[in-house]
């Protein structure tokens, strides 16, 4: 597409495929698998599959409405997986809280018997990480998620959930908090951290 920018050269794809559909693949073939590993992050498996296969099918039949004025393609794109995710909301929060609590009891087994210190500290972190996540509002948890798991800038972030920028400043801070909170007083292997 000569010299424009991958951000041109989706807006450019997408307008085109207004008049020609069969130029949407392109815009498949560049972002389903980024949008289907962040919404199956999000939603701890399977359902990634429908998010990402429903965010292309709404795209593309919404592609009309598309405003290169709000933001890139790739922000649209995330939005709308988003904007599925959330209406799945409940079954994540219950998926984060599920997970926390098998994480808790591992199963019996003599592997387990034998675990070094490293590997606990990783059960007990991740336990803590995924009962934080669960506790954050929808939206600093959209915020984060789109950040750390969608790779989304700031810019980016803000496009897709049509809130601004310096709103994702804020709900990502606030969500960092929080996670760090979740940490305090910890120690790494499971006990309390002795501060002094």
């Given at each position: 597409?000569?010299?424009?920018?991958?951000?041109?050269?989706?807006v450019?794809?997408?307008?085109?495929?207004?008049?020609?559909p069969?130029c949407?693949?392109?815009?498949?073939?560049?972002?389903?698998?980024?949008?289907?590993?962040?919404?199956?992050r999000?939603l701890?498996?399977?359902?990634?599959?429908?998010?990402?296969?429903?965010?292309?099918?709404?795209?593309?039949?919404?592609?009309?409405?598309?405003?290169p004025?709000?933001?890139?393609?790739?922000?649209?794109?995330?939005?709308?997986?988003?904007?599925?995710?959330?209406?799945?909301?409940?079954?994540?929060?219950?998926?984060?809280?599920?997970y926390?609590?098998?994480?808790?009891?591992?199963?019996?087994?003599?592997?387990?018997?034998?675990r070094?210190?490293?590997?606990?500290?990783?059960?007990?972190?991740?336990?803590?990480?995924?009962?934080?996540?669960?506790?954050?509002?929808?939206?600093?948890?959209?915020?984060?998620?789109?950040?750390?798991?969608?790779?989304?800038?700031?810019?980016e972030?803000?496009?897709?959930l049509?809130?601004?920028?310096?709103?994702?400043?804020s709900r990502?801070?606030?969500?960092?908090?929080?996670?760090?909170?979740?940490?305090?007083?910890?120690?790494p292997?499971?006990?309390?951290?002795?501060?002094?």
């Amino acid at each position: 597409m000569g010299g424009q920018t991958t951000t041109e050269a989706d807006v450019t794809v997408l307008l085109r495929s207004r008049a020609e559909p069969d130029c949407f693949a392109e815009l498949f073939e560049r972002y389903f698998a980024g949008l289907h590993g962040y919404a199956s992050r999000r939603l701890d498996g399977p359902g990634g599959d429908d998010v990402a296969a429903e965010t292309f099918l709404i795209a593309f039949r919404q592609r009309d409405r598309f405003d290169p004025e709000r933001g890139s393609v790739r922000a649209w794109l995330y939005g709308i997986a988003t904007n599925l995710i959330r209406a799945r909301r409940r079954e994540e929060a219950q998926g984060y809280l599920a997970y926390a609590r098998a994480a808790a009891h591992p199963p019996d087994d003599p592997v387990h018997e034998d675990r070094t210190t490293d590997r606990i500290a990783a059960e007990a972190a991740r336990k803590r990480i995924v009962a934080a996540l669960a506790d954050l509002s929808a939206g600093d948890r959209d915020a984060l998620l789109l950040v750390v798991w969608g790779e989304l800038s700031h810019e980016e972030t803000a496009a897709a959930l049509g809130i601004p920028v310096g709103t994702v400043g804020s709900r990502l801070h606030r969500a960092r908090r929080k996670i760090r909170a979740a940490f305090d007083d910890v120690n790494p292997t499971g006990g309390t951290a002795r501060h002094g």
